[in-house]
T-cell receptor, first 116, second 115 residues
Framework: EPEVTQTPSHQVTQMGQEVILRCVPI?????FYWYRQILGQKVEFLVS????????KSEIFDDQFSVERPDGSNFTLKIRSTKLEDSAMYFC??????????????FGDGTRLSIL | AQSVAQPEDQVNVAEGNPLTVKCTYS??????LFWYVQYPNRGLQFLLK??????LVKGSYGFEAEFNKSQTSFHLKKPSALVSDSALYFC?????????????FGTGTRLLVSP
């Protein structure tokens, strides 16, 4: 069964440094997402991406965050200047279909980001 | 605004017994509802969804869920629990009327199935 893959599985970064989290969504999917889960808390939506642009973003997704689909397969999340509170598990997800579709989102195994 | 409540942090059940994990939701329009399971150090794995039609939906690994519009609930059930069902379960909702794709998750319920 096709899977969403994320690299690296664990990223340790100094506060203030830039970090890029990478994802390869399922190949025929059209919608891409990033979520995060701070330890012990709920999974929170960050951003959705469709047709090479952001379709929705949350309040968490401020100017320090950006997303990109640099080629036909990768989907990246960049945090420009990391803060301690950015430490979390970051999940990439993808789904079929266009706006309003009812398809489930399929998640990767996540990247654990630790900010020192 | 959408929200999901999972009132139990943990549910304990003996193997072979039926299990229920509770979920209630709030949306301004009509909901799409989902259940996901998370095993240690893994991502969220899709179990089942309610879109429309029959209120009882069946999903992976013998799980099912019942949509109740009047009670705004979508409880996850399984007739006979397995030890391997022990995991963290998340309910999620999406408001179909907004056209937005984001999922709003509950806080999760840890299911512990004892042998």
């Amino acid at each position: 069964e096709p899977e969403v893959t994320q690299t690296p599985s664990h990223q340790v970064t100094q506060m203030g440094q830039e970090v890029i989290l990478r994802c390869v969504p399922i190949s025929n999917h059209l919608y891409f997402y990033w979520y995060r889960q701070i330890l012990g808390q709920k999974v929170e939506f960050l951003v959705s991406f469709y047709n090479n642009e952001i379709s929705e973003k949350s309040e968490i997704f401020d100017d320090q965050f950006s997303v990109e689909r640099p080629d036909g397969s990768n989907f990246t999340l960049k945090i420009r200047s990391t803060k301690l509170e950015d430490s979390a598990m970051y999940f990439c997800a993808s789904s079929e279909g266009g706006l309003g579709a009812n398809q489930p989102q399929h998640f990767g195994d996540g990247t654990r980001l630790s900010i020192l | 605004a959408q929200s999901v409540a999972q009132p139990e942090d943990q549910v304990n059940v003996a193997e072979g017994n039926p299990l229920t994990v509770k979920c209630t939701y709030s949306v301004s329009g009509n909901p799409y509802l989902f259940w996901y399971v998370q095993y240690p150090n893994r991502g969220l794995q899709f179990l089942l969804k309610y879109i429309t039609g029959d209120n009882l939906v069946k999903g992976s690994y013998g799980f099912e869920a019942e949509f109740n519009k009047s009670q705004t609930s979508f409880h996850l059930k399984k007739p006979s629990a397995l030890v391997s069902d022990s995991a963290l379960y998340f309910c999620a909702v999406r408001d179909r009327n907004t056209g937005f794709q984001k999922l709003v998750f509950g806080t999760g319920t840890r299911l512990l199935v004892s042998p």
